[in-house]
């Protein structure tokens, strides 16, 4: 069965340093991979998405992630973290099963705080 | 361009209520998904429409719950009796197109629901 996991619950970064949250997913084949980030009273946002074709993936505020099958991973990173990315964030796999279902499978989400 | 909207934002209802959630998805998309987060868990899939029609409703848990999307347009999901363990937040997404898995799917802020 495809399954998502993030290892980590909580993550606690200090502002300007570096940023890597762990994806690892269970999937037959290639998968359609996601990073969502969801801040208080908000509803989740795509900060990128993995197809096909290069492994790294750019993102929308300075975040990327790299697909590594061997792994089974696709963390995400970002180089120096900002008070305004403490949020929630979310891996999802689509589940690429039979007939045209966009359905998405989550991982436990990461929050991360942020420490000035 | 207005997002995904979610009615009510939140809602506590005793056991063995009736519950109606409401969603308007983004103007013009086809696709609306339904997930549920229940509390220390991950997000989870109810299901998909297109259009009007039911795509996939593999996530929906039991008969108590009813969704519907009447002309295609916004939609509901209904809980009829409400049971604890339907306590969560009800998300629900809207994308564009047929290629489903490669649509963004455009969160609402979910509605928050609490049985007594």
């Known amino acids: 069965a495809q399954s998502v996991t993030q290892p980590d619950i909580h993550i606690t970064v200090s502002e300007g340093a570096s940023l890597e949250l762990r994806c690892n997913y269970s999937y037959g084949a290639t998968p359609y991979l996601f990073w969502y980030v969801q801040s208080p009273g908000q509803g989740l946002q795509l900060l990128l998405k993995y197809f096909s074709g290069d492994t790294l993936v750019q993102g929308i505020k300075g975040f990327e992630a790299e697909f590594k099958r061997s792994q089974s991973s696709f963390n995400l990173r970002k180089p120096s973290v900002h008070w305004s990315d403490a949020a929630e964030y979310f891996c999802a796999v689509g589940a690429r099963l039979s007939g045209n279902t966009g359905k998405l499978i989550f991982g436990q989400g990461t929050t991360l705080q942020v420490k000035p | 361009e207005a997002g995904v909207t979610q009615f009510p934002s939140h809602s506590v209802i005793e056991k063995g209520q009736t519950v109606t959630l409401r969603c308007d998805p983004i103007s013009g998309h086809d696709n609306l998904y339904w997930y549920r987060r229940v509390m220390g868990k991950e997000i989870k899939f109810l299901l998909h429409?297109?259009?009007?029609?039911?795509?996939?409703e593999s996530g929906m848990p039991n008969n108590r719950f009813l969704a519907e999307r009447t002309g295609g347009t916004y939609s509901t999901l209904k809980v009829q009796p409400a049971e604890l363990e339907d306590s969560g937040v009800y998300f629900c997404a809207s994308s564009q197109g047929w290629r489903t898995l490669q649509e963004t799917q455009y969160f609402g802020p979910g509605t928050r629901l609490l049985v007594l």
């Open positions: 429409f297109v259009k009007e029609s039911k795509q996939d």
